[in-house]
């Protein structure tokens, strides 16, 4: 008998690497949906920022908007006196890979991992120390929106209780 060949792409060995061949359960499926919309919405916030903050080196009047962050920012900063530009930057990036942590979560969770869920939980809770540490208390009851804030909790409370109710007893 002849058997049907299927050829498959580059893009599509890439998926079923990332993606296994197994679904998970309908409710695995529906809540790292959920997850992934929620740490794309995140994810394209500091991406965006990332990409902002590097190229307003080449705009015209660069040292007129890099006075205005700093006059904004600079009652934010407790703990890191200096250009707020910079700190921005920096927490920008050091967010863009604790999100890549945090999609690494939910890719293993998707496989049904164990450290899927841990690496999820702990770089959602990376991300409010990072910010905390680099742009102080100040900067997170100011400038972050208490939606962002619910949001974050939701997701990794959601995924908390998930990882005690289902690996509680292995």
Known sequence: MLEKIQKINLLQRIWVFIIGT???????????????????YFFSWHLLSFITLSLMGTLDKTGEINAAFNRIGSHYQLLLPGNITTYLW????????VFGVSLTGLILIWRQKKIGFLLYIFSNAATWVVTFLLLGMAYMWNEISRVDFLLMLLVTVYFGLGYWIFYRNK
């Open 22 to 40: 197994t679904r998970p359960n309908m409710l695995t499926q529906v809540s790292v949906i959920i997850g992934f919309c929620v740490w794309l």
């Open 90 to 97: 920096i927490h920008a990036l050091v967010q863009l890979i």
